[in-house]
């Protein structure tokens, strides 16, 4: 089992109750850094379960070198179920920040000209955001729909040479041609950008359609990156479907129904039907669905909520929170997989919080491995498997 001081050997516990550490991180392949940079963690929660709260405090040289890293630091803060997944996860940052920011002495003179003229091609007013030292810059793209999209570019000290780390909100479906030193740099960038962007007018439009006139419960928060929405249908049911970005008006692979079988069965016969009236590639996926399940969906300005969700009926969630394994993120927990079978009701649960709750009363009964039991809510038999 790791520690903290095998990550950190200067860092040591600075009181009895282990909610404080303080000393000096040890940054290999530094470059004229100073190598041993002084930090010091404190308010650890000591529920263990998350540091959540802790305060880092830190040298000059060392926020200067985290500067622009305080949200992912805190996140990673929030994920960290103890102090040594904490200090791996900050040798992480340090490390990527060592290799993208350029070394105290100032890269060749080429760096610079280079890139001011880079900057003129692209043009200076769609540059949303530059870092002081030049190792990083934001560009902005505006689309067609006037969607604004910035792409997040950082320049390690060798480049050109070397390929800049570019993140944008694309799906990961989409490919962009490899970084080929000695090309136009940043121009070819963002012209590749552009174009994959301008490729994707349409499934945004689609996917913004679905936002807009659909209830959409998953993702809670969707990106331009996110193709997959999971979107409510009534009666505790739900649809996940998937588009494809290069041909979102087809009939999505992915199309999924979820939630009691009572409330799904009818909608599954409906699509599947759709033999008889077959996914019209000409219209928007939120108007075939309409078509083919012969319903309006619903939106959060027509139902109440409490028919929506598809919510686990027992603990209100709709994924069950998984524990995270260790030095990874937490799992999407599973979704209800249990239904009440009478159809007035056909409220879901997860298997896991219904077995608990019928193992919890008098009134059930066990039988080789199933649980016989009332549903929490309409009081019919309701049965789940024992383990
Ligand atoms: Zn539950
Ligand atoms: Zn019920």
């Known amino acids: ?129 530059l870092c002081l030292n030049l190792s990083a810059l934001h560009i902005r793209i505006c689309d067609a729909a006037g969607r604004d999209h910035i792409l997040k570019v950082q320049l390690p000290a060798a480049y050109p040479e070397a390929a800049p780390l570019v993140t944008a909100q694309l799906p990961e479906q989409v490919k962009l041609p490899p970084w080929q030193p000695g090309s136009s740099g940043l121009q070819d960038l963002v012209r590749h950008h552009e174009l994959a962007i301008a490729s994707l007018q349409d499934l945004w439009a689609c996917l913004e359609d679905l936002d807009r006139e659909a209830w959409v419960l998953e993702p809670e928060k969707p990106t331009r990156a996110d193709v997959s929405r999971r979107i409510a249908l009534g009666g505790h049911c739900s649809l996940l479907l998937e588009l494809d970005p290069e041909r979102p008006r087809t009939r999505p692979a992915e199309l999924r129904l979820l939630g009691s079988e009572a409330a799904a069965a009818p909608m599954r016969a409906r699509l599947r039907a759709a033999d008889a009236a077959p996914w019209d590639a000409s219209m928007l996926p939120r108007e075939n669905l309409e078509r083919l399940l012969q319903m309006k969906l619903p939106t959060r300005a027509t139902s109440a909520p409490d028919d929506i969700s598809g919510d686990c009926c027992i603990c209100y969630a709709y994924r069950l929170p998984t524990e995270p394994a260790v030095g990874g993120a937490a799992s999407l927990g599973e979704a209800p997989d249990q239904s009440c079978g009478n159809p007035r009701c056909a409220r879901p649960f997860h298997g896991r919080c219904l077995r608990e709750w019928l193992q919890a009363l008098p009134t059930s009964r066990r039988s080789f491995n199933t649980i016989f039991g009332e549903c929490p809510y309409c009081s019919q038999p309701i049965t789940v498997t024992a383990s």
């Open 1 to 129: 089992m790791t520690t903290p001081a095998e990550i950190f050997p200067l860092v040591v516990p600075a009181n009895e109750d282990g909610t404080a550490f303080e000393g000096f991180l040890t940054l290999p392949k530094a470059g004229s850094l100073r190598t041993a940079l002084w930090m010091r963690l404190s308010d650890v929660p000591l529920s263990h379960k998350s540091l959540q709260g802790a305060k880092l405090e830190c040298s000059r040289e060392l926020s200067d070198l985290l500067e622009g890293c305080e949200d992912t630091i805190e996140a990673r803060m929030g994920d960290s179920p103890d102090v040594t997944s904490f200090f791996l996860e900050l040798r992480n940052i340090l490390d990527k920040l060592l290799r993208f920011r350029p070394p105290l002495e100032p890269p060749p003179s080429s760096f610079y000209t280079g890139l001011i003229s880079e900057i003129d091609d692209v043009g200076w007013e769609r540059l949303d955001w």
